[in-house]
């Protein structure tokens, strides 16, 4: 059941968006179109900020799936420009509704997850502190996110597919290299 008002509430938000802007909604609008009480809102978000949150989460949960590997990590990123464009109405209206920053950490949140994945993928075998691996997927990740938003800032009229090409050339033996820097750092 709670997976199921969490989706409710999902759907409600993102029909509400394409009326009207965040900062419009309310809390009652949301729980009356779905037929819930205000307390079970509450019960899983504190705030619409949070549900706006969750929501990209788990959009992007959804379209990287099983895209964390070395190999897949384009086709990953992919599908993350392919999810924010099929919820375009909602990207912008959040976009143009809250700070940068708080768009920022939406999108840090979904690809630190598949960065970190290639990471760990590619320090198989390799005994590199987690501190590391992580500075590794932090910087890779303020890069990919850089990127989206300016794409987001702009309309999304790119193609995000030339977006990506562009990102594999510029990162080609990046993350290995990397990895191999702090190997080598590590050893001195």
């Known amino acids: 059941m ?11 938000l993102k029909k509400m968006l394409l009326k009207k802007p965040i900062d419009k909604i309310t809390i009652n609008d949301l729980t009356s179109d ?7 809102f509450y ?11 969750w929501v990209c989460v788990e959009d992007g949960k959804q379209a990287l799936q099983d895209k964390k590997t070395y190999d897949t990590w384009q086709e990953g990123l992919e599908q993350i420009f392919e999810a924010v464009l099929e919820n375009k109405p909602f990207i912008l209206n959040v976009s143009n509704t809250v700070s940068r920053k708080k768009m920022e950490s939406y999108l840090n949140k979904l690809t630190y997850e598949l960065i970190a994945g290639v990471v760990e993928e590619k ?22 996110v850089g990127v989206m938003l300016d794409w987001i800032d702009h309309g999304m009229k790119e193609d995000y597919k030339k977006i990506v090409e562009k990102m594999s050339i510029t990162l ?11 190997e080598q750092k590590k050893k001195n």
């Open 34 to 40: 779905c037929g819930i009480s205000r307390m079970s």
């Open 172 to 182: 080609h033996g990046t993350f290995a290299n990397s990895i191999h820097n702090f």
């Open 2 to 12: 709670s997976n199921t008002t969490k989706l409710a509430l999902e759907a409600s």
């Open 123 to 144: 320090c198989s075998g390799i005994d590199l502190p987690e501190e590391d691996k992580a500075f590794i997927a932090d910087f890779y990740k303020y890069g990919f």
């Open 43 to 53: 019960y899983h978000f504190k705030d619409i900020y949070d549900l706006v949150e």
